[in-house]
């Protein structure tokens, strides 16, 4: 799956596949709805992000409609 993130976390767009992750009502939402991950975790990763046009190279752990949480490699960087 792969979103485009505001820098506070809200999603903008998402590919299918994470759309099939969120469910329904997932535009404009923060992302820390759909998180499993400890919420300081979440935030930690988001301000690495928005630091660095580098990769950055993680791990979320999110909550599908069905409410169970799956784990994921995360890669993000700040797009200008």
Do not use: K, M
């Not at 099939?20 to 975790?41: E, I």
């Amino acid at each position: 799956p792969a979103v485009l993130l505001t820098a506070s976390g809200t999603v903008l767009a998402a590919n299918p596949a994470a759309a099939g992750v969120f469910g329904a009502g997932w535009r404009h939402r923060p992302l820390a709805d759909f998180a499993a991950s400890p919420p300081a975790a979440l935030a930690e990763y988001l301000r690495a992000c928005g630091r660095t046009t580098q990769r950055v190279i993680g791990a979320l752990s999110l909550r599908g409609p069905g409410g169970r949480p799956a784990g994921y490699r995360a890669e993000g960087r700040l797009v200008r």
